[in-house]
């Protein structure tokens, strides 16, 4: 008698409509993206508000980690009863780069209050907003994955053609 091996893998499926709302309800987020995005490129204002800046960066990264927690307990889901493969691998790409993003927001954040704390306003008002650019423009291909992945499970369940 042949013996059968079973091989089980995890799968991935995303819950689009949930995963959009939060995207779309994160106000708190987007709004301190934008903060920073402003502070950043003014730089040398940084000078008069060095102390605020390194808080919002702060409030930022716990916002963002908040965001992408929801994003993995209700926009993407485990071995679901029915999948689309043609997802499974973008879904697990995405979501495993949430880990990494925010260990590079949290050590951006490190960074920037090391500065401010020892004294290093050179560094707080050149690198770090450089560094917080180059950071927000993977978050923002990130998102704009995400964004693309949604309107893909929409297709699959709903449909597109004539």
Known sequence: MATVTRVVTKTITVNAAFL???KEVHEDLWRAQQQLRDMCSRPMSLRDDATGFVELLGR???ELAMHFSLEEAY???NDPVEVAPRLDKRAHELRAEH???YREIAALVE???ECLYHDRRAELLVNIP???G???DQLGEHEHRETALILAAFDDDLGVGD
Request: no cysteine; net charge negative; proline share 0%.
């Open 20 to 22: 959009r709302e939060i």
């Open 60 to 62: 930022f990264r716990d």
């Open 75 to 77: 926009g993407y889901f």
């Open 99 to 101: 880990e990494s993003l």
């Open 111 to 113: 960074r920037a209050e």
């Open 130 to 132: 450089l560094a917080f």
């Open 134 to 136: 180059v950071f927000d």
